[in-house]
């Protein structure tokens, strides 16, 4: 039998933290209850045992968790989103992959309901996300070692806690880590509407950078561009539209971008290199186009561009589980300031997760799939 706690694997956004607590109370629990029971019980689990298309190979399927023992910690989830890097580990085209079979998710939010002998840095009640990747999150209930969990506050909204640990942190490191750039400067980026993106363009505007954000052209490519521009960005543009040779009359307002972020690959990233300034740099942290990265030699000769790469579980393995501790607590400052939301999300009970998963992998979805427990 599969044992749950070892298979490895404004702003505020009220209505999921609130159909959450109707959910318990409809089945005879407080909130308070969940802090305070540490009965054995049955876990609900998506999990696969094969590589593969996820609406083939992802099952729900019912665990048992493990005793909590001297370090360990048990964690009710309370929400989890779908994120491209689970699909990718499922399909088995990641650098991670898990042990199978693995449970599904590597990002969300639970609260402790009971802690071992030996944990001191966690209680019952508190809310942690994941420390690494690969925990497995699509679950209802787990049990993990304290070491693999990070205590955040409880009161940001869940939506936010349950989208803090991948996204934000992979936009926030890559303003800071790459370019010495300072209020007034500019950054670019595609794939705008992503996850990332959205971060990256509410992070940027609270450091005081400009942002240009590329998209693909879409039937509601005006309702997008609205929605950008609510969230802090400064320019919102189509990929036919960068191409455009009026698009260098937007350089007349601001500094050539020393900063270009790139998702896709393909042309697209080729554009974001055209309009970097001379010595600027361009980060690739997925390839949504699936389609390698042109630089022609002219660029790289008579500009002197830097081409680099940036993968958030990488940077945890070159920084210490503090420094990750106090990335994460950043932003949650943003998020108390008002100056960081959760992207815009849809909810999807664990057990409509097919759904999610087809959701998740259309184009032109900007709404992330966020399972709840």
Not at 109 to 128: C, E, I, T, Y
């Amino acid at each position: 039998m599969l044992v749950c706690g070892r298979l490895t694997g404004a702003r505020a956004r009220a209505p999921l933290h609130v159909g959450l607590l109707e959910t318990w109370r409809r089945r005879g629990h407080t909130a308070s209850s969940y802090s305070a029971s540490s009965e054995p019980s049955k876990v609900r689990a998506l999990i696969y045992g094969s590589h593969g298309d996820p609406a083939k190979v992802i099952q729900l399927k019912n665990l048992e968790l493990t005793a909590v023992e001297g370090s360990d910690v048990h964690v009710r989830m309370l929400a989890a989103p779908i994120n491209p890097a689970d699909i990718n580990m499922i399909q088995g085209n990641y650098g991670l992959l898990p042990k199978l079979p693995a449970v599904g998710g590597n990002e969300g939010v639970g609260q402790v309901v009971a802690v071992g002998s030996g944990v001191s840095g966690l209680k019952p009640g508190d809310w942690v996300i994941p420390a690494n990747p690969g925990l497995g999150t699509w679950r209802t209930e787990a049990v993990f070692s304290e070491e693999e969990l990070i205590s955040i506050p409880k009161d940001i909204p869940l939506q936010s806690a349950a989208t803090l640990s991948v996204n934000p942190c992979t936009a926030y490191r890559m303003l800071r880590d790459f370019e010495q750039l300072q209020p007034g400067d500019s950054v670019i980026q595609n794939a705008s509407n992503s996850g990332v993106g959205q971060a990256v363009i509410q992070i940027a505007s609270a450091l005081g950078l400009k942002t240009i954000n590329v998209v693909r052209d879409r039937p509601d490519i005006q309702k997008l561009t609205d929605r950008l521009k609510n969230l802090g960005a400064d320019y919102v543009l189509t990929e036919e539209e960068l191409r455009l040779p009026e698009t260098k009359t937007i350089f007349k307002d601001l500094p050539l971008p020393r900063l270009a972020l790139n998702c896709v690959g393909g042309k697209s990233s080729t554009e974001l290199l055209r309009h970097l300034a001379p010595g600027g740099t361009m980060v690739t942290y997925g390839g949504m186009a699936k389609q390698p990265v042109t630089a022609s030699v002219s660029l790289l000769i008579f500009k002197d561009l830097k081409l680099r790469g940036f993968w958030l579980s990488q940077w945890k393995k070159n920084h210490s589980p503090d420094e990750f501790k106090e990335l994460i607590l950043t932003l949650c400052n943003l998020i108390h300031q008002g100056q960081l939301t959760a992207p815009t999300c849809s909810e999807v009970p664990l057990q409509d997760y097919q759904k999610a998963l087809e959701a998740s992998m259309k184009p032109f979805v900007s709404s992330k799939q966020i399972l709840t427990m």
